[in-house]
């Protein structure tokens, strides 16, 4: 995995692609969870919950992005 991480895009296999595609898809899924709990600490700032609640909206966006990115790889 770390190789096909450290290979330049033009160089990588549709398998090692497909494997870095999905490693970045699982981090974003880390990093939503991350923003949940920090969600819902209830910070008492109204600021700062819309800016969890756009960067969980746009990790979403990307995450699903990736997804079908990753699906174009595999056909």
């Given amino acids: 995995?770390?190789?096909a991480i450290l290979q330049l895009p033009e160089s990588?296999?549709?398998n090692e692609e497909r494997k870095?595609?999905?490693a970045a898809i699982r981090q974003?899924?880390?990093?939503?969870?991350?923003?949940?709990a920090?969600?819902?600490m209830n910070l008492s700032d109204r600021a700062a919950q819309c800016?969890?609640?756009q960067l969980r909206s746009a990790?979403?966006?990307l995450r699903r992005h990736l997804?079908?990115?990753r699906d174009e790889v595999a056909e």
């Fill in 1 to 3: 995995m770390r190789n």
């Fill in 12 to 14: 990588r296999t549709a």
């Fill in 20 to 22: 870095v595609l999905r």
């Fill in 28 to 36: 974003l899924e880390r990093a939503d969870v991350y923003l949940a």
């Fill in 38 to 40: 920090v969600s819902f």
């Fill in 51 to 53: 800016e969890v609640n």
């Fill in 59 to 61: 990790v979403e966006d």
């Fill in 67 to 69: 997804c079908r990115r």
